[in-house]
């Protein structure tokens, strides 16, 4: 078994995506503040068209400073990731919609627009972005830590339109979206654009709408979890997926985390397991290497590429020990691209995210290009990598000051052109 766990909720209700946010600004603020106080500086954040990169250590390094950070959103302060970039990435076609302050829309080109309207534009921060038929949903988020003032919006090509439903979180899909409501006994799915609500039993968690159905997970006292297929529509059982912790599923496939059968869930990934969602079967298992563990979570859920034979995610480093200290007993992670069908495994070299940090993911439409947002507090940064690259390009500079990466989102139909 790697060395480190898999950083999941425990207990029940499972908490929301904001409150992490939340929480992540107070924490960090505080673990960053003994870093400083360490240290005597904080590390200066350049401007977005003039991005830091930071040299990684050679095998063996000791960690002897604090890890560099910045100056973020809601009085936090934010560890920044160690980047050495490939250049600049030019003549790249296509969009995604970006997060954080307000809302983006983002040529691969690095032309960024201004806010889309209808959004708050001061001390708030779009940190969770799904797609649903006929339009996108956002999550904004205040700094108070507030159930009550989380607002969700419905975003279409002329702007964004708030919807009057009360969220713990959201969740996307080609047939239908919902605004997801933790409960004591029960978990609810409103639906977002008309349709039935769904009321789930009690510790099931959903994890991703897709053409098949809605993929759940249920937890169970001493057991292992288990994943399920639901009818979308009804909320009725379709077939049982897998023994194990659901990490995401997109199009026809499933990627889950194997547990020793008959256990108790221990969170730690050694096995990696794709499943078709069409037939329950399993058409991949993947070893990870020795000493890395998957990062997942609402804010670090594996994304896929739109042919469904590639996933992509986090997992913390193995070793040696980071140059840097952090003031939170975790690792570093890297970006790791899994093929569904081979089992390879990349690491997207030239980029490691802080202890506790998390990198926006998502593939491009061709699904050729990896995507990801970073955060340097003080802005953001969009980055392109394929495979073959030494590094990350930058696309462009993220307006700030922000919390976590810009959650990110490729186009939808109504805005790829252009």
């Known amino acids: 078994m790697p060395s480190g766990g898999v950083t999941e909720f425990g207990g029940w209700p499972r908490p929301p995506r904001w409150v992490w946010m939340a929480a992540g600004v107070a924490a960090v603020a505080v673990l960053v503040g003994v870093v400083v106080a360490h240290t005597g500086r904080h590390h200066a954040a350049a401007s977005p068209s003039r991005p830091t990169t930071t040299a990684s ?15 973020g959103a ?25 997060g954080g302050t307000g809302l983006r829309v983002v040529s691969l080109g690095g032309a960024v627009s201004g806010p889309l309207p209808g959004l708050p534009d001061h001390g708030w921060q779009v ?3 799904v797609a649903g038929p006929g339009a996108t949903y956002a999550f904004d988020v205040p700094c108070v830590n507030s159930t009550a003032s989380v607002r969700v919006y419905r975003i279409v090509a002329n702007g964004a339109q708030r919807v009057r439903v009360t969220a713990d979180a959201l969740l996307g899909g080609p047939h239908q979206a919902w605004a997801v409501t933790y409960r004591a006994h029960s978990t609810v799915l409103t639906a977002l654009n008309g ?22 997970t249920t937890f169970h006292a001493g057991r292992p979890d288990t994943v399920e297929l639901l009818n979308s529509r009804t909320g009725a059982p379709l077939r049982r997926l897998a023994q194990g912790s659901s990490l995401g599923a997109a199009g026809q496939v499933l990627l889950v985390s194997l547990h020793d059968r008959g256990a ?54 193995a070793g040696p020990r980071p140059r840097f200290a952090a003031a939170v007993a975790a690792l570093p992670s890297d970006v790791a691209v899994l093929h569904l069908r081979t089992g390879r495994l990349d690491i997207v070299p030239g980029l490691e995210l802080p202890p506790r940090t998390w990198a926006g993911l998502a593939f491009d ?40 990466p810009p959650a990110l989102l490729p186009a939808p139909s109504w805005r790829r052109s252009g």
């Open 365 to 404: 439409a061709t699904g050729r290009w990896l995507l990801a947002t970073v955060s340097e507090g003080e802005y953001g940064q969009l980055l392109a990598w394929r495979q073959g690259m030494p590094g990350p390009a930058l696309v462009t500079g993220l307006p700030g000051p922000l919390v976590g």
């Open 74 to 98: 809601c009085g936090s302060s934010v560890y920044l990731p160690r980047l050495q970039l490939a250049g600049q990435l030019a003549g790249v076609p296509g969009n995604v919609l970006a």
């Open 264 to 317: 108790v869930p221990v969170h730690r990934a050694c096995t990696l397991e794709a499943v078709n969602l069409t037939t329950g079967r399993p058409t991949a298992t993947v070893e990870l290497p020795a000493g890395r563990a998957l990062i997942s979570g609402d804010v670090a859920s594996p994304v896929f590429s739109p042919d469904g034979r590639l996933a992509a995610f986090q997992l913390t480093r």
């Open 57 to 71: 250590p050679g095998p063996g390094s000791r960690a002897t400073a604090g890890w560099p950070s910045a100056a």
């Open 127 to 129: 940190t969770t972005l």
């Open 195 to 216: 349709g039935r609500r769904l009321t789930l039993k009690a510790r099931t968690q959903p994890v991703a709408g897709t053409a098949a159905g809605l993929v759940v």
